[in-house]
């Protein structure tokens, strides 16, 4: 469990930290819009269910090519207000268009990636990110940052895979490989199969197995979002 005032300190001095130029006041806005989060309820809070595909795994080597956003409201996800982003890369995706089946031609009138990243702050400011493996996903969005504004945010997370490793610790005492995926974790749950490896169908499979974990966890206005938090930068 993390303390909303050592969380709520954090974004303090990190925004003192920050000059204040037009991108800086931007960003501090949108970490102040956060830290009001933290002491909410997750039936309370304002969320946002996030998925990324990438041509690899590095996020200094590789590129973020489509992102998939879905809110997590009052205990419901939303879907008339999910939205999924095509995003323009340099070269080629390469052999990543196996796992995640989108081509070079389908990136052509994409948005660049200093678009992409404004566009990503407006639709999430407010909320808190949760993703499956929210490391991964946080790692690029930071270095995109970094490419984009020259520096990174101090970015709350709630991590899925997290969630459900520490459940399975609990109940079974050692992990098996591949049992906290995201499709084998759906499955404990006993939620339908998605295709996988799509941002979009990514990102609401995320926010169903966050809502059915924060239920078996006690449910959704006992648990603080602060209890479950993560930061990245």
Not at 48 to 59: H, K, N, V, Y
Not at 175 to 193: A, N, T
Not at 201 to 213: K, M, R, T
Request: charged letters at 15%; glycine letters at 6%; aromatic letters at 6%.
């Amino acid at each position: 469990m993390v303390n909303h005032l050592w969380l709520k300190s954090r974004f303090w001095l990190d925004s003192l930290s920050k000059q204040q130029g037009s991108h800086d006041r931007q960003l501090n806005e949108y970490q102040h819009s956060l830290t009001q989060q933290f002491t909410r309820s997750i039936y309370d809070a304002d969320l946002m269910a996030i998925d990324l595909e990438m041509t690899g795994l590095d996020p200094i080597n590789d590129q973020i090519i489509s992102i998939g956003l879905v809110p997590i409201s009052k205990g419901t996800i939303p879907l008339v207000r999910a939205q999924h982003l095509m995003i323009s890369i340099d070269g080629s995706v390469g052999q990543s268009a196996a796992v995640h089946g989108i081509v070079d031609h389908q990136l052509q009138d994409a948005l660049p990636i200093d678009a992409a990243m404004a566009w990503l702050l407006r639709q999430t400011q407010g909320h808190i990110l949760v993703a499956h493996h929210a490391p991964m996903d946080m790692a690029f969005i930071q270095q995109s940052l970094q490419n984009v504004f020259g520096q990174r945010l101090l970015l709350p997370f709630i991590d899925t895979l997290m969630i459900e490793k520490t459940r399975y610790l609990r109940q079974h005492g050692q992990l098996v490989e591949g049992c906290v995926r995201l499709g084998q974790s759906r499955e404990r749950y006993h939620l339908p199969v998605y295709a996988g490896h799509n941002a979009l169908i990514d990102a609401i499979a995320c926010a169903e197995l966050f809502l059915a974990q924060v239920s078996a966890l006690g449910g959704l206005k006992q648990i603080k979002c602060h209890e479950l938090v993560g930061l990245s930068k």
